[in-house]
């Protein structure tokens, strides 16, 4: 499967965005997805997951309460609603879609097979 990214942009402090993956080459039924985000100068981390079959959602607790994570099965899409955006969470922003996704560590990359190429988010203060 072919992940694709979109909707990043600059925006100011408490402001939104929405983010979106289309896939392309199988359709996202057979798998978890997750996003994950990676500021200058640091690790890659886990933003939010959901999980397929049982759609069960995960959030980091930096995110918790303002982003939300859905699939639109129909059009092969994951997106990210971003709301009450702070400077800390610019970065650039991958999709990503696994088989197994395990609901306890849904945040470890290594259970993700599939990326996507990156949005850039920049929230200003």
């Known amino acids: 499967v072919q992940l694709q990214a979109s909707g990043g942009g600059l925006v100011q402090t408490g402001g939104s965005l929405r983010l979106s993956c289309a896939a392309s080459?199988?359709?996202?039924?057979?798998?978890?997805l997750g996003w994950f985000r990676q500021a200058p100068g640091e690790e890659r981390e886990g933003v939010s997951c959901?999980?397929?079959?049982?759609?069960?959602?995960y959030y980091s607790d930096s995110v918790k309460g303002r982003f939300t994570i859905s699939r639109d099965n129909a059009k092969n899409t994951v997106s990210l609603q971003m709301n009450s955006l702070k400077p800390e969470d610019t970065g650039v922003y991958y999709c990503a879609a696994g088989f197994w996704v395990n609901g306890g560590t849904w945040y470890r990359e290594r259970q993700f097979k599939y990326w996507g190429q990156g949005t850039q988010v920049t929230v200003s203060s």
């Open positions: 959901i999980r397929k079959n049982d759609d069960n959602t």
């Open positions: 080459g199988s359709t996202l039924d057979y798998y978890s």
